[in-house]
């Protein structure tokens, strides 16, 4: 089956550092990945859309500048948080659009851990 | 946009007791509703989903029905076990490999 990987799976760092987290897939090729964001027992929100070549679809009042997002090729997308801040701590999750027999499906990362102290 | 509501947010059953969780949805243009479970800190798992031109499906203890004029749809997992204690959410698309918006989880504990 489609695997996803997200790299790292947790990080810490100082507030007003930069964090890049990866998202791969691993065995088939994604134009299109999402970025989602969890905070502790909360559900998960859709921050952007991120196309392969082109540039990303932010949700409203998701920060573009502050959530930077790359799609440089067909198996991997980064999520840049700039000057992240405590607030920004949260359970960031992606997903990447693949093909199951002749549908379209998500298939999910094991997600990335930010802990800003 | 597109807005799920879910209920409830946490729900208790005894094993093997049957549990029900409900979503709705507002966008008249989603026709793909999966659900997924997570357990803690672990990548939401697939476990059910339901195309707009269906309104059943099951697939051995769970089922999902869909009602699109209401726009509503609801989960419901029969002879509960142990293992089925994880946070449930519900999502909306508008085709399979678009965004997903997710409802807000259902807790569901299954007390031995």
């Known amino acids: 089956g489609a695997v996803v990987s997200q790299h790292p799976s947790w990080v810490i760092c100082k507030s007003g550092t930069s964090v890049k987290i990866e998202c791969r897939s691993l065995?088939?090729?994604?134009?299109?990945m999402f970025w989602y964001r969890q905070f502790p027992k909360q559900s998960l929100m859709l921050m952007a859309t991120?196309?392969?070549?082109?540039?990303?679809?932010?949700e409203q009042g998701v920060e573009k500048d502050k959530f930077l997002i790359n799609h440089a090729s067909l198996t991997l997308s980064t999520l840049t948080v700039t000057s992240a801040h405590p607030e920004d701590s949260s359970f960031y999750i992606c997903?990447?659009?693949?093909?199951?027999?002749?549908?379209?499906?998500?298939?999910f990362g094991p997600g990335t851990r930010l802990t800003v102290l | 946009g597109e807005n799920v509501e879910q209920h409830p947010s946490t729900l208790s059953v005894q094993e093997g007791d049957s549990a029900v969780i409900k979503c709705t949805y507002s966008?008249?243009?989603?026709?793909?509703f999966p659900w997924y479970k997570q357990e803690l800190g672990k990548r939401p798992q697939l476990i059910i989903d339901?195309?707009?031109?269906?309104g059943e499906k099951k697939d051995q203890r769970i089922a999902v029905t869909l009602n699109k004029t209401a726009k509503h749809f609801s989960l419901h997992i029969t002879e509960t076990q142990p293992e089925d204690s994880a946070v449930y959410f519900c999502?909306?698309?508008?085709?399979?490999?678009?965004?997903?918006?997710f409802g807000t989880g259902t807790s569901l504990t299954v007390i031995p």
């Open positions: 997903s990447a659009r693949g093909t199951s027999g002749s549908t379209d499906t998500q298939y």
């Open positions: 065995d088939f090729q994604a134009t299109t």
């Open positions: 991120s196309n392969e070549g082109s540039k990303a679809t932010y």
């Open positions: 966008d008249s243009a989603s026709n793909y």
């Open positions: 339901i195309r707009s031109n269906v």
């Open positions: 999502a909306a698309a508008q085709n399979t490999g678009n965004q997903f918006y």
